[in-house]
C-alpha cells in the first residue's frame, strides 16, 4: 500500500523500506516498537500493538525459514558425500549382474539396470532418481531369490542400509525446501502487512505529533529522514540525518516516498 505525501517547501522526505525486503521491514519495526515502549500507553498509536504481533509473528516463521534451511543444506551435503559410496556400490552391482547374465544380458533388468539392445549393452544409472530406483529393484530382486542363490559381492545388507540412507536424506532436502518455501510466503505475506501498517503508522504520527510537518523526530521511529534530490539528481549535504538530541528543533514539512519496485530473490524471497 504505497502512501504519498509531498510538501514542495521542504528540503527532506521520508522513505520507507521496500516491503519486498523483509529485512529492512523488520528492522524499522523493531526500532518502531522500541521507541514506542518508551512512551505511556496513551501516548502509542492504536497501530502500536498489532504491529507488534506482526514483528512477534515475522520473526518466529524468519527462524522457522533459517531452521529448514540448515535442514536442507545437511541433507545436501550429506547426499553429495554419499554419490561416490553409491557410485561404487552399483558398480559393484553391475559387475556381479553383467557376470551372472552374460548369456542372456538383458535378464540384467530384473536387478534394475537399463539394457539397451541396439548395443547389446546394460548400462549404469547417471542421475540420483536412476540410481536411488536401481537400489530398490536390485534389492527387491535378491529378496526374492534364496539366500544361497543371492549375490555376494557387494552385500545385500550393506545395500539396503545405503539406500535406507540415500532415500532418508532426499526426503529430509525436499521436506526441508517444502517448509523453506512455505515460511518464505508466510513471511513476505506478513512482511507487506508489517509494511502496511509502518507507512499508516509514520502518517499517524506525521499526523498527531507533528501536524503534518516532516519532523526529523521521526527518525526516534526508526523511520529514514534523507535530503530530496535536486533537479539535476544530486541530493542534499547528507542523504541521512542524524537522529536529533532532546530539545532539538524540528525541520519543516516534506514528502513521503513510497517503496520502489527491485527483483526478488526466488529462494529467500527477498528483494
Known amino acids: 500500500m504505497p502512501i504519498s505525501y509531498q510538501d514542495f517547501n521542504s528540503p527532506n522526505h521520508i522513505r520507507f523500506p521496500n516491503p519486498y525486503k523483509r529485512s529492512d521491514v523488520i528492522k524499522l519495526a523493531q526500532s518502531f516498537i522500541t521507541y514506542e515502549q518508551t512512551l505511556p500507553i496513551e ?68 536387478w534394475g539396470f537399463e539394457y539397451k539392445a541396439q ?49 532418508a536424506h532426499s526426503e529430509a532436502r525436499v521436506a526441508g525446501r517444502r517448509q523453506r518455501e512455505s515460511r518464505v510466503e508466510l513471511c513476505n505475506e506478513l512482511a507487506m502487512e508489517l509494511s502496511n501498517y509502518l507507512q499508516v503508522a509514520g502518517v499517524y504520527i506525521l499526523a498527531m505529533e507533528f501536524k503534518f510537518k516532516l519532523s526529523k523526530d521521526l527518525q526516534k521511529w526508526g523511520y529514514v529522514i534523507s535530503a530530496k534530490r535536486s533537479q539535476n539528481g544530486r541530493q542534499g549535504e547528507a542523504s541521512t540525518t542524524p537522529i536529533p538530541t532532546p530539545g532539538s528543533a524540528s525541520d519543516g514539512g516534506g514528502q513521503i516516498d513510497a517503496p520502489a519496485e527491485v527483483e526478488v530473490d526466488a529462494n529467500t524471497g527477498e528483494a
Open 119 to 167: 548395443t547389446g549393452n546394460v548400462l549404469l544409472p547417471k542421475t540420483f532418481a536412476e540410481r536411488l530406483e536401481t537400489l530398490n529393484s536390485y534389492i527387491a530382486q535378491e529378496q526374492s531369490r534364496t539366500e544361497a542363490d543371492r549375490i555376494t559381492i557387494p552385500d545385500l545388507i550393506k545395500v539396503m542400509n545405503l539406500r535406507d540412507t540415500l532415500a
Open 43 to 110: 501516548q502509542q498509536t492504536p497501530f502500536t500493538p498489532l504491529i507488534s504481533e506482526l514483528l512477534d509473528r515475522v520473526l518466529t516463521y524468519e527462524d522457522e525459514l533459517k531452521q529448514a534451511e540448515r535442514q536442507r543444506q545437511s541433507a545436501a551435503t550429506a547426499l553429495e558425500r554419499l554419490v561416490a559410496e553409491t557410485k561404487e556400490i552399483i558398480w559393484n552391482m553391475w559387475k556381479s549382474v553383467t557376470a551372472k547374465c552374460s548369456g542372456k544380458p538383458v535378464q540384467a533388468t530384473r
